[in-house]
């Protein structure tokens, strides 16, 4: 009898300290501030920024960074002194389906673009989904509408946002005009007795 309380006693104590264990980590950080929306800013021709022989269109980022889409594979990215990114990073970019990512590479990664010239404040250039745009203070945005993902570099930092607001929608939310609300979702109910 004595055992059965000591263990019963142990385990519950146990129990315990598990769950306030929880209360005691850090909440999550907040999420990336969405990525602007580029496709809102005045579109210029692709073709005045051709490099590597025709198959980028190439601009230039914040000093030192260049920037790309790639018009055969639909690859983007920016390579350089990303401002904020992590440690090390040089290298954003993603591809026509999925999120970008951060990387290092051990040299200028888009160097075949050569030359490049930088767009206007309020302009994009676009290759099927992707859309990469500059606004006023010269921060590159570049977003995938077909996954709702993008990231940004920019004087005041570097940041992805691989979040699909049509993917992970709040409790509550409609994902598209006109239609209900994401509910939350139910508790499976006891099964049906079978028929007979």
Not at 36 to 43: D, I
Not at 103 to 117: L, M, Q, Y
Not at 155 to 178: C, F, K, M, Q, W
Request: proline letters at 16%; hydrophobic letters at 40%; aromatic letters at 8%.
């Amino acid at each position: 009898m004595l055992l059965r309380f000591l263990v019963t006693t142990a385990v519950a104590v146990g129990a315990g300290v598990a769950g306030s264990a929880t209360s005691w980590a850090d909440p999550d950080a907040p999420p990336p501030p969405p990525i602007p929306n580029v496709n809102a800013y005045t579109p210029l021709n692709p073709a005045d920024y051709a490099a590597n022989g025709g198959k980028w269109y190439a601009f230039a980022g914040p000093p030192g960074v260049v920037c790309i889409l790639d018009n055969l594979n639909g690859d983007y990215g920016c390579s350089g002194p990303l401002p904020g990114a992590p440690a090390g990073v040089n290298l954003v970019s993603g591809g026509p389906v999925g999120a970008p990512t951060f990387s290092t590479t051990d040299r200028p990664i888009f160097a075949a673009a050569g030359e490049v010239k930088a767009m206007p404040p309020n302009t994009r250039l676009s290759f099927r989904q992707v859309s990469c745009g500059v606004d006023d203070i010269g921060t590159v945005a570049c977003f995938n509408s077909r996954d709702q993902v993008g990231f940004v570099v920019g004087p005041n930092g570097s940041y992805i946002n691989a979040i699909s607001p049509l993917l992970d929608r709040p409790e509550g939310t409609a994902v598209l005009p006109g239609l209900p609300p994401v509910m939350p979702a139910m508790p499976a109910g006891p099964a049906a007795p079978p028929p007979g």
